[in-house]
């Protein structure tokens, strides 16, 4: 019996001791597992059109993404549409020197910004709108041709397969114009549905109004107006407004501006195509970061072999918002 407590004691006294070596070296364990610190690292969005509720989405996603993966990020460009503008505060992000720039696509003139950059070693990544002939490293936004097919669809549901439809744009976009393009796929399905025109928004909700109110004048029976840009659909709410047409003349807009979303609830706009913006930011600068801390070995040699080791394209969808969802995406 005396031997056998004896061990018993052995044991309970070494118990203790891992016990307690355990809880000593965990505080170390838990410094291990925070990983090294990035803070230094500098990731640039640059973009236009910053006014444009629609863009603070795109701010949203970057200061979300800066967070979590604990690096500094920043949103540059002009208020408005200008293009000199925004190529000039792309020059200035490349004089930064970033661990990456992600831009939005709007024209080509932006080519040789984004070659510069990467010729300079800083990768960029487009969103929102693409710039394929660029040299860019990827593109994280909407399938927009795609988009314009569940727009459509959504439409022919609404309207049934016949009437005339409007459609309004910003010519020369390239996202824009494979929005249009995508519900022009649709439409070609339904001899019924007359695109009787597509008109120029200008990206301004004021143009847009004017090019609505044209529209209801030149076709009396026009049945539907279809907007591929943010402007579009608020402008042609206050238009069927004023001219005493709401719930005559469908609106499908598109995203999801507070002016847009209160006209859903007035049943002025029937619906909108709300893409998922905030996430093309939000992707992007993970891309970036995972290129700049990562190493995915594909091949037994990446660099030999031509493999970046990240995604060509990543599409973030659309989600269609109707009266019965549009409560929750009504921005705080």
Do not use: W
Request: contains cysteine.
């Amino acid at each position: 019996m005396k031997k056998a407590l004896a061990i018993f004691l052995t044991l309970c006294l070494l118990l203790v001791a891992i016990v307690a070596c355990a809880q000593e070296e965990a505080p170390a364990a838990q410094g291990t597992d925070s990983g090294p610190d990035r803070s230094d690292q500098l990731y640039i969005q640059v973009s236009a059109l910053s006014a444009l509720a629609y863009f603070y989405d795109h701010m949203m996603g970057m200061r979300m993404v800066g967070e979590e993966l604990g690096v500094q990020t920043d949103y540059v460009g002009p208020a408005d549409l200008d293009l000199t503008a925004m190529i000039a505060a792309f020059d200035q992000a490349i004089a930064r020197n970033p661990q990456g720039i992600v831009v939005v696509g709007f024209d080509d003139s932006l080519n040789p910004s984004i070659r510069r950059a990467m010729d300079e070693g800083i990768p960029v990544i487009t969103v929102d709108a693409d710039l394929p002939d660029s040299g860019r490293l990827a593109f994280v936004g909407t399938g927009n041709v795609n988009a314009g097919r569940v727009g459509g669809e959504a439409l022919i549901d609404i309207i049934g397969t016949s009437g005339q439809v409007a459609i309004m744009t910003m010519p020369g976009q390239s996202n824009l114009e494979e929005r249009v393009q995508g519900y022009m796929e649709v439409f070609d399905r339904y001899p019924g549905i007359e695109v009787v025109q597509i008109v120029d928004t200008r990206s301004e909700p004021i143009v847009a109004a004017q090019a609505a109110t044209t529209l209801m004048q030149q076709f009396p029976d026009l049945t539907a107006i279809v907007a591929v840009d943010s402007a579009g659909g608020s402008g042609a709410a206050t238009a069927v407004r004023e001219a005493g047409r709401a719930g005559d003349v469908v609106i499908f807009a598109m995203d999801r501006d507070a002016e847009v979303i209160q006209a859903i609830e007035e049943g002025v706009i029937t619906a909108s195509l709300a893409q998922q913006t905030a996430l093309m930011p939000y992707y992007a600068v993970q891309i970036l970061y995972n290129l700049y801390n990562s190493n995915v070995q594909i091949t037994t040699n990446n660099a030999a072999a031509g493999v970046l080791g990240i995604p060509a394209m990543v599409d973030t969808g659309v989600v269609v918002i109707t009266a019965s969802n549009a409560r929750y995406f009504m921005r705080d």
